[in-house]
């Protein structure tokens, strides 16, 4: 059936000019996916407008500090006749010596050094419910003033950058600082967000490339696949369920991957990965931030997995909210009730993928996390494997929830990042784990 939109990466890409070949890297399924989870930030922001043009080019410097840097060139519309403009949605660097789960010192992008990484904790100057508080070492979300050329009519600025994924929109007159939500938030037309269903992703994606003779972290393995006729296909779709309000009532909207053999090979069935966002976040974040395509083309190609159909819903708007529940878990076992209800008959019949427990597998967020652990306990039979990632609290250790048999039967990975402020969660739930003898997990946490 034709998808609703389909984006040709390529296309998309193209518009952000990469000057250099991507190394292909070889990981595990697994170390990917954390990889993702440490890096992919949720950033409550408004609804982004239109604007005129801009472009951003990936430039190859072959200097320090990173051997890379990226050129801003936004182009405000004619009605819009901002002061002054803020390139922001990214955070900045620290490094293993100055930064914990709760603390950072950071690091502008032109003072970076190897081993630095872009890094967003719970600094001291948020308290532990996000709450901005007056601090000593600056304020990361102030962003960066853009310089404006008369000539061409462009804001610009050019910053050094490191391998990575990195996100960033235009915030004119922002003078609260991008992190502020009275801020007007533009995304980059020249390199959109990957899902034009509205709203829903608010910043644009850089994907920078490794440079060996300056940097040490390499994340190429984000990067599109070569040649792009190895690489599958990502599309979103609106699909029947009753009470979700958005995109339309009665319609919810999902992200589909296909790996590139899926259709070639007469009545082949596929295995199949449902990966879910986080908290304020939406069925593309694992596109847009999480480049889960690129790294599924790339682990498929190099033989690490079968070709895989992975499925990214989305949580919100299903006609209940977490404001409705008393819990976080009562809001997540909703979900899981609507998602077997309506999401996953329709996956089932739309797509030629295998519907017995050995081959579907569930992987969360977050609070997405926090769903992968409502599938992985209420719904054990479902999932062959679950991968649970940067979770909110598990079921305590002890908690009968973990006398389950077949949780012993199920492939479960669960991790964080090592500067996640989520990381004694998985801790926690890693500990509860081993307390009752379940034997079959692997937990792994990362940089
Ligand atoms: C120009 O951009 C502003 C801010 O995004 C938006 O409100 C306005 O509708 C745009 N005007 C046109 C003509 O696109
Ligand atoms: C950008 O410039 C405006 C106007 O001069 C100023 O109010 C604001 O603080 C500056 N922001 C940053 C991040 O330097
Ligand atoms: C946004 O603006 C409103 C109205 O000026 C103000 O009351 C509110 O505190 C602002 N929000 C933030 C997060 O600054
Ligand atoms: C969806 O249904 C609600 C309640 O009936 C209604 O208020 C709303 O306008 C509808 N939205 C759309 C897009 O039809
Ligand atoms: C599983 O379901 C029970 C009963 O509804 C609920 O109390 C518990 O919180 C659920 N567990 C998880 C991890 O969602
Ligand atoms: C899982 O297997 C281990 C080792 O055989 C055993 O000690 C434990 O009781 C099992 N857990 C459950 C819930 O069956």
């Known amino acids: 059936m034709p998808p609703d939109e389909v984006y040709d990466q390529l296309a998309q890409l193209s518009k952000v000019k990469i000057i250099f070949k991507a190394n292909s890297c070889i990981m595990l399924l697994f170390s990917y996916l954390a990889l993702c989870a440490a890096t992919a930030q949720a950033v409550v922001v408004p609804r982004a407008a239109s604007y005129h043009g801009g472009t951003t080019k990936v430039v190859k410097t072959g200097k320090k500090p990173t051997g890379y840097e990226v050129e801003f060139h936004f182009q405000p519309n004619s009605t819009l006749h901002p002061q002054f403009v803020v390139l922001g949605g990214f955070f900045l660097y620290t490094n293993s010596r100055e930064a914990s789960n709760t603390k950072m010192k950071e690091i502008l992008p032109w003072d970076w050094q ?16 996000g709450v901005q508080i007056p601090s000593k070492h600056g304020d990361y979300s102030k962003g960066f003033n853009m310089t404006y050329d008369s000539k061409s009519g462009d804001w610009v600025i050019t910053l050094p950058f490191p391998s990575g994924t990195f996100n960033y929109a235009y915030y004119p007159d922002c003078w609260q600082g991008w992190g502020n939500s009275n801020c ?72 589909v991957y296909l790996p590139r053999e899926y259709g070639t090979v007469k009545n082949k069935e596929y295995p199949v990965l449902y990966l879910s966002h986080g908290g304020g976040g939406a069925d593309s974040d694992w596109f847009s931030q999480g480049r889960a395509h690129n790294i599924l083309d790339r682990l ?146 990362y940089m």
Not at 116 to 129: A, E
Not at 318 to 332: A, E, H, I, K, V
Not at 361 to 389: I, P, Q
Not at 440 to 445: A, N, R, T, V, W
Request: aromatic share 16%; proline share 8%.
């Open 114 to 129: 190897p081993e630095d990484f872009s890094l967003r904790t719970v600094p001291d100057y948020f308290d532990t419910y």
């Open 184 to 255: 007007t938030v533009l995304t980059d037309p020249s390199n959109p967000p990957i899902e034009r269903l509205k709203g829903d992703q608010k910043l644009s994606t850089i994907q920078v490339p490794f440079d060996g003779k300056f940097q040490v972290q390499n994340y190429d393995k984000y990067l599109p696949l070569e040649p792009a006729s190895h690489r599958g296909t990502i599309s979103f779709h609106t699909y029947p369920s009753p009470g979700s309000t958005y995109p339309s009532n009665g319609t919810h909207q999902v992200g």
């Open 300 to 445: 498929i190609d190099e033989g690490y997995l079968e070709p895989t159909v992975a499925i990214t819903p989305n949580f919100y708007n299903l006609g209940f909210d977490t404001t409705d529940f008393p819990d976080q878990y009562s809001f997540l076992n909703a979900v899981r009730e609507n998602f077997f209800e309506y999401l996953v008959p329709w996956v089932d019949e739309h797509y030629s993928v295998y519907t017995d427990r050995s081959h579907q597998a569930f992987g969360g967020l977050s609070l997405g996390g926090g769903l992968a652990l409502t599938m992985l306990f209420n719904a054990t039979d479902r999932w062959g494997e679950v991968y649970v990632m940067s979770n909110i609290a598990a079921p305590a250790l002890g908690d009968p929830q973990y006398d389950n048999p077949l949780l012993n039967e199920t492939k479960i990975w669960t991790g964080a990042g090592f500067y996640d402020k989520t990381l004694p969660f998985a801790k926690d739930f890693q500990d509860a784990m081993t307390y009752a003898g379940i034997t079959g997990y692997k937990s792994e946490f």
